[in-house]
């Protein structure tokens, strides 16, 4: 059993310092519509996005969607960002997502990860979770929960990033 | 066999830190997340009169770390889990620790090839599903082998073998079965707002049989068909799923075929979006073992077509589903009015109504001659000819809820809640032959109220706060609630909450229940630490619910992810 730890803790020490250039993976998500879309497949222009996880029983993911969204036009003119929310709701929500994000207004691109599989693949613990990816693609920050507010640090890392700042936290 | 997988991973981690050193070359990433609880629990009599919820070691503590490696087509995982003991609450089977969870997924020439642990699901998962949710102790990963195979673009067949976790060991059923979906538009390779998606799913359990009473079969399969048709602002879905016979210890032992229908319609346009839902499930839980409590080795999901609950009073009376039989149906309306409108008001409102409800099926009770016992006829479990709706009401859900932006800093959510609840089958599990007694039957009728409001007093800084009522005059009686929560983004949040159960019928439990609660994040690591008295309650995920007895005490929690 120590053997096992040590060797767990020791594989924890290497990776730390590798995240440089991490990309989403080709991992199969569905659209409103039913198809089915890779996520290393998701495109910006060479703009940012933010990767959004949430669910419709969600309240703080909610909150959070909707927050940006209030300003998402502005962000939009300004930065030329794109959010990409992902539902992890499984199939005893999955059909409200669609009516819902109509309902709230979102102007996001939706998507379904019904049975989690690229919340797992990108190790999300817990819900609202939030990744910011450059223009190539590379995922350069993530964030976990949403205090109100949160929105407008993203909104100033984005700036920093279409600055060609790198992102360090 | 561990130690060769540790090797393994010891060798990939060795492979990424080249890459760091930046010889130009790929070779990989290593990611992983990380989350502990812990509890230390204080004796309170009041609430706790038995002791139930006071663990002998005081102080209990659960947690994990997954790390994934992921090079190009190529992905490998772990998950070292570790209970000692697992909260109060959760399942005592997960106690001690070890890597339950390991797997390795490969995709090349449009083949899907994963050894290990998997989680799949197929269509809504009446057929199959596993799945996990840390948080109802529920895992029932896969281990064994899964093939998805893209046939061509637009039709997509999987195919799967293994068993069930169970704890930390794998049941005695051998699980195998396979889906085929095609997605008419991407077979055609056509671009169009009209689609239609159909699918088939089959899943087959073997587990042997050596009962000195039951001729019990050894084989049990379960098939279902689905179709899914999408026009424009309409969306069809819908699923039938057949089992075969399967007498198991949930079901007492019947030799009754199962069936399910899972329907859903929704139009979403503008403005407005509309749901319609309906289920019928009868006799359909489907386990990888013919014994089995609680989530343990489920092979299929049920989706409880009812809304879950999130805020903490109304969650009080969340839906349960009904594992030997249930119809229901669902209906929600939500519209948004725009701004500038009499009920838009300057920033718009929105309006959600929602509307559920759950019967028993129709079952004959009719008890046996000569026994004052409530036992019906053995082996038919009070089944009939074809099983519709029954007159036991398991519940009824109807709920409004109002979103407005009152002025530029200020938002507010009103929601209103009326419930029926059959508490004797959806909390205590009283059997439905029992509950058709309705000396045995203990409703609760409830009326509850919510207003939250969140204000942005400056840039950072923000309050929000809950004020939650909820009448009834059963059960546990009345309760009220007041939350308030200040955050300073990005990185801080305290709140204070007390729950006052003040209609309890026994005037020495109308107590408070308040708790504080402290959080902190730095990055992706998020710590929280919580001190107070807990209420006993239900704790819901997707429809699978947990009673989590009243506790006291001081409760830590950390996650963090790379």
């Known amino acids: 059993m120590r053997n096992l730890l040590s060797t767990l803790s020791l594989g924890l020490i290497l990776s730390f310092s590798l995240s440089a250039q991490d990309k989403l993976p080709n991992i199969q998500l569905k659209d409103l519509s039913g198809n089915m879309i890779d996520a290393s497949s998701l495109k910006n222009d060479g703009k940012p996005i933010v990767v959004s996880f949430w669910a419709t029983w969600c309240k703080p993911c909610i909150r959070e969607l909707n927050a940006i969204n209030d300003q998402y036009i502005d962000w939009q003119e300004e930065t030329g960002v794109k959010l990409v929310a992902v539902s992890v709701d499984d199939s005893r929500n999955s059909s409200r997502v669609k009516p819902f994000t109509k309902s709230q207004g979102w102007e996001y691109e939706v998507y379904l990860d019904e049975n989690q599989e690229l919340k797992r693949a990108l190790n999300v613990n817990n819900i609202p979770h939030t990744f910011l990816l450059d223009g190539e693609g590379n995922i350069v920050w993530q964030h976990n929960g949403y205090i109100p507010g949160d929105e407008d640090h993203l909104l100033e890392l984005i700036e920093k990033l279409n600055a060609g700042l790198a992102i360090e936290e | ?562």
């Open chain 2, 1 to 562: 066999m561990k130690r060769i997988l540790l090797a393994l991973f010891l060798g990939l981690g060795l492979i990424g830190q080249t890459s760091a050193q930046g010889d130009g070359k790929d070779y990989g990433q290593i990611h992983g997340n990380f989350q502990t609880n812990a509890q230390y629990y204080l004796r309170d009599t009041l609430i706790d009169p038995n002791g139930n919820a006071f663990p002998d070691e005081r102080l209990l503590a659960a947690g994990f770390l997954n790390l994934v490696y992921t090079k190009g087509n190529f992905m490998a995982g772990i998950r070292y889990e570790n209970y000692q003991n697992n909260l109060i609450g959760l399942p005592e089977g997960f106690k001690g620790e070890g890597i339950p969870y390991r797997f390795a997924r490969y995709k090349k020439d449009g083949l899907d090839i994963t050894v290990g642990n998997y989680y799949e699901q197929f269509g809504s998962g009446l057929v199959f599903r596993t799945y996990e949710e840390r948080g109802l102790g529920l895992d029932n990963a896969m281990d064994g082998l899964r093939l998805i195979f893209d046939i061509r673009p637009g039709l997509t067949a999987k195919a799967l073998v293994g068993r069930q976790r169970i704890y930390f060991q794998t049941g005695d059923g051998i699980v195998r079965g396979g889906d085929l979906e095609l997605n008419l538009n991407e077979f055609r390779d056509k671009a169009s707002s009209t689609n239609l998606i159909v699918g088939a799913s089959m899943i087959s359990r073997f587990q042997e049989a050596q009962d000195p009473i039951y001729n019990l079969p050894e084989n049990v399969a379960s098939a279902g068909l689905r179709a899914n048709f999408i026009a424009g602002d309409f969306n069809i879905f819908a699923e039938y799923a057949y089992k075969s016979q399967d007498p198991n210890s949930t079901n007492r032992f019947i030799y009754k075929p199962g069936h399910a229908i899972y329907a859903t319609g929704s139009y979403a346009k503008g403005n407005l979006g509309l749901i319609l839902g309906y289920k019928y499930y009868d006799n359909f839980m489907f386990r990888s073992q013919r014994v089995g409590n609680f989530t343990e080795a489920m092979i299929n999901y049920l989706p409880p077509l009812a809304e879950l609950h999130t805020y903490a009073l109304p969650a009080l009376y969340s839906y349960n589903i009904q594992s030997n039989g249930e119809t229901g149906i669902q209906a929600e309306l939500s519209y948004k009015f725009d701004r500038g409108t009499l009920l838009g008001g300057k920033y718009g409102t929105l309006l959600n109504l929602n509307f559920s409800n759950a019967y028993a099926l129709n079952k004959d009770f009719t008890f046996r001659q000569g026994l004052d016992s409530s036992q019906t006829i053995s082996g038919t479990d009070g089944y009939q000819d074809w099983a519709g709706i029954g007159n036991i009401q398991y519940s009824q859900d109807f709920n409004v809820e109002v979103k407005t932006k009152i002025n530029k800093n200020l938002k507010g959510t009103f929601s209103y809640y009326n419930f029926v609840y059959n508490r004797s089958a959806l909390l205590d599990g009283v059997i439905d032959d029992l509950v058709s007694d309705p000396n045995n039957l203990d409703m609760v009728y409830v009326n509850a109220a919510v207003a939250e409001f969140l204000w942005k007093i400056k840039p950072k800084h923000s309050l929000r706060t809950e004020a939650q009522i909820m009448l009834t005059e059963q059960d546990r009686g009345s309760w009220a609630m007041l939350l308030l929560e200040y955050s300073i983004a990005p990185e801080w949040f305290v709140a204070v909450q007390d729950a006052y159960n003040y209609g309890h019928p026994d005037p020495d439990l109308r107590v408070h229940y308040p708790i504080i609660s402290m959080g902190y994040t730095r990055g992706t690591t998020k710590f929280q630490v919580n001190y107070g008295r807990q209420q006993e309650g239900v704790f819901c995920v997707g429809g699978i619910c947990r009673v989590v007895p009243a506790s006291n005490g001081f409760s830590m929690m950390i996650t963090s992810n790379f």
